[in-house]
């Protein structure tokens, strides 16, 4: 059984060195030998101990029948797209960890792969080494999947964790993870959300059955939370995470998704997954809450991911039937309509004015809350309710300093 | 496809609610028709909705070509043992909840369903709901397992937690339990950690590929848990865990398993593991630490991972060949060889002699701590030197009040 690696960044070189270091076991598991037969890359890696393996031109992947599985470790959504597509017209099984592909265009890949009898696979694309897609699909597919809540990205909530244990501000806290290697210079992608967006489109396309564009999905991210909001959660029995969460209250009905800043309580398996770890909740019907937690990238972890998917490719031999979802858009919830309880900092108003416009609120106080300011957490409303309220206190000269929604798992 | 439920306690009628519940979805994952034909029970069930497929005779399931899938949920070794067997050299696929049965036999019966190209499938003996042997099978098998460490048993967890966050003694938190429903009469499985131990050589069996004998195994209970002790794990930052764990420091090496009550770190996410919940660490060569949460026992989750199972066996077809270990003992490491840290309570000697004995410790002190005593834990060491060192200090007059090791992840 051959295998080709595209792209030999810090993906696809983890892929090649753990599959020489654990070669041994794959073969055990699958029964045959296994060869990694060609790793493609523009770049050049003279010295490379698997120098005699790189080529440049994919023709030679896409036309060599020698090779059944490729893993496509290149990241963005062409060239990938067109080279996966072309390998899996081949009847070659892909496999990989590009989340953006697979949240913009895995329905259309599925589909492809089963129209070829092979499989398309991304385990890697959601929670780096962290089996939580193959489960989802296999160990959870008895439930009704009711809720699916998630630390998704590894580098904003080792801002956050730097901003909560350290006191750092949020300039600073990038500026570590920077150095560290877990931001990039342009670190948009992560800090507004985005990266977040994709990987829980990528979790309830599985869980609901249909694609879900991530361009429609309301996101926020984590750039305007300030050390005064982690304070206030803190006084509240929390720390403040970037969620991505996906909600489908009725069977069959619609799904409403969401990447936010939350109030996560400190106590619970999503408060305690700090630095550049993710953890993801699912909720069924029979099975209620399950908690999957691990490394959300990095190289070794990743290639974990994408050599189990290599092997069940094997294993499988012809398409998995039930994995892919429709390509159609599933019915989308109002976002306004979404029910949440919510933090606020605002000054300029009375707490009797704040009780008046949200109803029964609590109030979060104690050693060093500024003065001049009032911070609470409201019931569990319509998030057009949060809106008129907080334009009723703007409109009698209030200001609203803060503001994150409230996660009660 | 025709199913037969074995046993309609707790769990089988778990088993037969949610598949009722959530048929539809079940059948569209197979892609064919499912019915439940018999239920076995020796008890009437006047009134049940299901009362007309209640059977009190074993050798209708095993005699009906039609059944090709048996859930054993009637848990204990005998009769489970003799029907699981029948059922399989019938070519009947059977899952199970049999955590007993698994540890006890469950590579002999692996075996009889390989010959019979059926499945013997036991996700719900382990976690409850929670998927875990699944993923250690299918999603880490590309990694060499190093370290599985978890909290395997909802009852002691929350007996525990009781006493961590109630301040309540272990008798008072175990009469709550029992009135609760979490804990039997006779809580002895739980509390002593047979249990624990049981669930804990299924995942090292599955791990390492050899049966490990639960009565070979060091097993401490969390009968002689003090509030002192808890006190003392609070001041070091973390809680007491009941622990079952099984490590494996060289591939094909010797395999340590042990099941004891640590100090576990409060911030991580076994510390985090609180109430009946089970959290379940699994440390791979490439994938690094990955944990399961979820509810380990209870009527609903446990069905959750039967019903799972049961459509594995319906997708595989055959045996999965994979699945299985040796029924020769694998090598077990030496317990007294074992390197661990430990917490020590002692009265009647000095910081001097303390550290004399036991090398560098960190003393446990602060607002509250009983005086005459002295609290400490120590670095990693053999466990033979920790006897040791302590043999030395009550020769010299010292009186050992507690005694608990530590869990660094």
Redesign the interface.
Same mark, same amino acid.
């Given at each position: 059984m051959n295998i080709a690696v595209m792209g030999y960044g810090t993906v696809g070189s983890?892929v090649v060195e753990?599959f020489f270091?654990?070669k041994e076991?794959?073969e055990?598991?699958v029964?045959q030998p296994l060869a990694i037969k060609y790793i493609l890359d523009l770049r050049d890696f003279p010295g490379d101990p698997h120098e005699d393996l790189l080529i440049k031109d994919f023709a030679r992947i896409r036309d060599d029948a020698e090779v059944q599985v490729v893993a496509e470790a290149m990241g963005g959504v062409e060239p990938a797209f067109t080279f996966t597509k072309a390998c899996l017209e081949q009847g070659k099984s892909v496999v990989t960890s590009n989340k953006e592909l697979v949240a913009k265009r895995g329905a259309e890949l599925l589909e492809i792969a089963a129209a070829h009898g092979c499989n398309y696979l991304f385990?890697a694309s959601v929670g780096g080494?962290?089996?939580v897609l193959?489960?989802l699909h296999? *160990?959870?597919?008895?439930?009704?999947i009711q809720e699916i809540a998630g630390i998704f990205n590894g580098t904003t909530n080792f801002i956050l964790t730097q901003m909560i244990e350290e006191g750092s501000t949020f300039d600073q806290a990038l500026a570590q993870a920077q150095s560290r290697g877990f931001a990039e210079r342009d670190p948009s992608a992560d800090v507004d959300g985005h990266d977040a967006c994709r990987k829980i489109c990528i979790m309830a396309d599985m869980a609901f059955g249909h694609q879900i564009d991530p361009d429609a999905v309301p996101v926020e991210g984590i750039s305007g939370i300030t050390m005064e909001d982690v304070a206030y959660a803190n006084l509240w029995g929390g720390v403040v995470k970037l969620i991505g969460r996906a909600v489908q209250e009725v069977?069959g009905g619609p799904v409403s998704v969401r990447v936010a800043p939350y109030f996560v309580p400190g106590?619970?398996?999503l408060?305690? *997954?700090?630095g550049v770890y993710n953890?993801i909740l699912v909720r069924?019907?029979?099975?209620?809450?399950?908690?999957?937690?691990?490394?959300g990238a990095?190289k070794?972890?990743t290639?974990?991911?994408i050599?189990?998917d290599i092997?069940?490719c094997i294993l499988l031999g012809g398409t998995d039937?039930?994995a892919g979802w429709s390509r159609e858009p599933g019915m989308i919830a109002d976002p306004d309509s979404q029910i949440t309880a919510a933090y606020y900092r605002i000054k300029g108003c009375t707490q009797t004015q704040i009780e008046k416009a949200f109803g029964s609120v609590e109030f979060l106080t104690g050693d060093g809350v500024p003065s001049g300011e009032t911070a609470f957490v409201t019931g569990a409303l319509p998030e057009r309710e949060l809106v008129t309220a907080r334009k009723a206190l703007e409109g009698g000269g209030a200001e609203v300093l803060g503001k994150l929604r409230v996660l009660s798992i």
């Open positions: 983890g753990v270091e654990n076991l794959l055990k598991r029964r385990e080494g962290l089996p193959h489960p296999n *160990c959870l597919s008895v439930n009704h069977p106590g619970s398996q408060g305690a *997954c700090k953890a069924g019907n029979a099975v209620e809450d399950v908690v999957f937690y691990g490394q990095g070794r972890p290639a974990s991911a050599l189990s092997l069940e039937p039930s």
